[in-house]
């Protein structure tokens, strides 16, 4: 996934499966494909703000041009990003479909105080925190949350900061600040949280903190306002 040559390779790769339709979940659409293609774009930020991706990510991110025209329909998943992709690309209106995301139901379910504990003791997490929910990438704003919290102890608020998420790009200047602000003790990072864990860690944060600088949808808010 994501390599330069998934478009050339993947085709092949799958001339035997004799498949009637080429879904596109994360916005490319492979170049040799020829048979009808749906391609999903959920947001395209890194049109408005190419500096905030690898260059290698850019490069691959950037077929979300040709796989508009190719595709047979776009989805996005809000209406959004529809007026971004069709602000920045050439595609076709007519053949782009809004489909917006939606939270899973374990996100609607009530919570078990037990149960909630213990996925808390799981991921070593106590006391009042404020929380984020992302991958750990530039897009996502994380210094400015790590200044914004080093405010709040400053004040002398009784807080830690709870990151859940996997890294992405450019993660390590997000460390450095962690560093030059002395959070050690008072930022913890999760890593990814499984599926099951994650509505106990939402239920029991004091605040969610979400301060991307573009969002597509905002999934994370959305499951944090199912929760209650």
Not at 28 to 42: C, E, M, Q
Not at 53 to 71: K, W
Not at 145 to 163: M, N, P, T, Y
């Amino acid at each position: 996934p994501h390599h330069r040559l998934e478009a050339l390779v993947l085709p092949c790769e799958l001339l035997c499966a004799h498949l009637a339709l080429w879904h596109a979940p994360d916005v490319v659409v492979p170049r040799l494909w020829r048979g009808a293609s749906v391609a999903t774009v959920h947001d395209v930020a890194f049109l408005r703000r190419p500096d905030l991706l690898t260059p290698d990510s850019l490069r691959y991110y950037r077929g979300v041009h040709r796989s508009v025209r190719q595709a047979d329909r776009t989805i996005v998943v809000s209406d959004y990003t529809r007026r971004e992709l069709e602000a920045l690309t050439d595609v076709d209106p007519g053949r782009v479909r809004v489909v917006a995301n939606a939270v899973h139901p374990r996100f609607l379910a009530p919570g078990d105080p037990a149960a909630d504990g213990a996925a808390l003791d799981r991921l070593g997490v106590s006391g009042r925190y404020v929380l984020f929910v992302s991958t750990i990438e530039p897009r996502k704003n994380v210094p400015v949350l790590l200044d914004a919290f080093r405010a709040l102890l400053d004040e002398g608020r009784e807080l830690s900061l709870v990151l859940a998420g996997a890294d992405g790009w450019h993660s390590e200047a997000v460390y450095r600040r962690v560093r030059d602000l002395a959070l050690g003790g008072r930022a913890r990072f999760l890593g990814h949280v499984s599926a099951t864990d994650l509505p106990a860690l939402l239920r029991r944060a004091a605040v969610l903190a979400h301060p991307a600088l573009d969002e597509g949808f905002g999934l994370a808010p959305l499951e944090a306002m199912a929760v209650g």
